[in-house]
């Protein structure tokens, strides 16, 4: 089975600093890998995803994110962070078993903070 | 351009009553799934359907039915609500059930059981 883990459930930063949320997966299959962000009282909006075409993917709003399968880590930076990024952000992971579909497998959230 | 679309965004409920939620996609997608989103617990699949007429179980289905009758709307039941269903709930849809397939959500249903 599949899992992730998002490492740290709040991370606060300042305004202009480099914005670093970690994700951490298991899986017995190539994963598709996604991050989501989530706004107050909004529902999920995609930011990127990996599909196996290239490691470094580039998303939404300036982010972007790096797997690596060594340390089965997908993690999202940005270079310089927004007043307007601070939200929750989901890492998730896909992959099939069988021939079902099985949605995706959320890590628990990471609540960016962002300081003027 | 209305994407997945929830009815109602917020609902109180007394134990033991039931509802639907409604959840309607207007971009013919196959897939449709709930979540239920709790705090500390990320989002947790509950049902999902890979077309009309077929649905299957997600990781916490027990409390919850659903149909699929259309390929537009995917309800979701609650025949008699506990404390332990108020959650956020989620509808998210996409092209296919293809793990590579982006899911599209809609804003989400606040539902308070007491």
């Known amino acids: 089975a599949q899992s992730v883990t998002q490492l740290g459930s709040h991370v606060s930063v300042s305004e202009g600093a480099l914005v670093l949320l970690r994700c951490n997966y298991s899986s017995s299959v190539p994963p598709y890998l996604f991050w989501y962000v989530q706004y107050p009282n909004q529902g999920l909006q995609l930011l990127l995803k990996?599909?196996?075409?290239?490691?470094l993917v580039k998303g939404i709003n300036g982010f972007e994110a790096e797997f690596k399968k060594s340390e089965t880590s997908f993690h999202l930076t940005k270079p310089s962070a927004h007043m307007s990024d601070a939200a929750e952000y989901f890492c998730a992971v896909s992959i099939r078993s069988g021939g079902g579909a099985d949605g995706l497998t959320f890590g628990k959230g990471t609540h960016l903070i962002i300081q003027p | 351009n209305a994407g997945v679309t929830q009815t109602p965004k917020f609902q109180v409920l007394k134990t033991g009553q039931s509802m639907t939620l409604q959840c309607a996609q207007d971009?013919?997608?196959?897939?449709m799934s709930w979540y239920r989103q709790d705090p500390g617990m990320g989002l947790r699949l509950i049902h999902y359907?890979?077309?009309?007429?077929?649905?299957d179980q997600g990781e916490v289905p027990n409390g919850y039915n659903v149909s699929r009758s259309t390929t537009e709307d995917f309800p979701l039941r609650l025949l008699s609500a506990a404390p332990s269903q108020t959650s956020v709930y989620f509808c998210?849809?996409?092209?296919?059930?293809?793990?590579?397939?982006?899911?599209?959500f809609g804003a989400g249903t606040r539902l308070s059981v007491l």
């Open positions: 971009m013919n997608h196959e897939y």
């Open positions: 998210a849809s996409s092209m296919t059930g293809r793990r590579e397939n982006i899911q599209y």
């Open positions: 990996y599909t196996s075409a290239a490691t």
């Open positions: 359907s890979v077309g009309a007429g077929i649905t």
